[in-house]
């Protein structure tokens, strides 16, 4: 079944609030992608569109194409943030399910990755106020800032498109 803006059920509020703000501009990534539900999404929304998953260790890397499945439309990739996006021309890349701090370790280690990126879309669990400050603060990007709410729980995130 095809991914629309209308995401099946696998994908609770939290992730189709993401799946709905990434721009529809391939090739794209979904850094640090866990179970891999967004990266498959983003996937079956474009077929034949290239779309990476990565994992910053073997283990979650081998967990993570275990998921996806054999002939998956996901490539996983393995490295630390955006270094496996270097050289890929990737177009953009969502950075989620992690804390504020680490998303903004994730960018301050790969800048020229991330600014060579035509958008970034961020959605931290927690330590949303530091990563604001510091994204705001770099004056790298335009902000957008939208909301969900997944079990009572507000879940703030980010579209960055560089100035």
Known sequence: MIATKNAPARLGPRLRHLLELCPEDYPVADVG????????????????ATVYATEARPGPAQEL??????????????GRGL?????LGCRGAVVAGMGG?????????????ALGLDWLCL????DWEPLWSWVAGSGWWDPQVTSCWERSRVYRSLLLRPR
């Open 33 to 48: 992608s866990g179970h891999g539900r967004l990266a498959l999404e983003l996937a079956l929304r474009r077929p034949g």
């Open 101 to 113: 701090h680490t998303i903004r370790e994730i960018l301050q280690l790969s800048p020229s990755v």
């Open 83 to 87: 270094e496996p996006l270097q050289g």
């Open 65 to 78: 194409r275990r998921l996806l499945g054999p002939g998956s439309p996901v490539r996983v990739l393995e």
């Open 123 to 126: 959605q931290p669990m927690q």
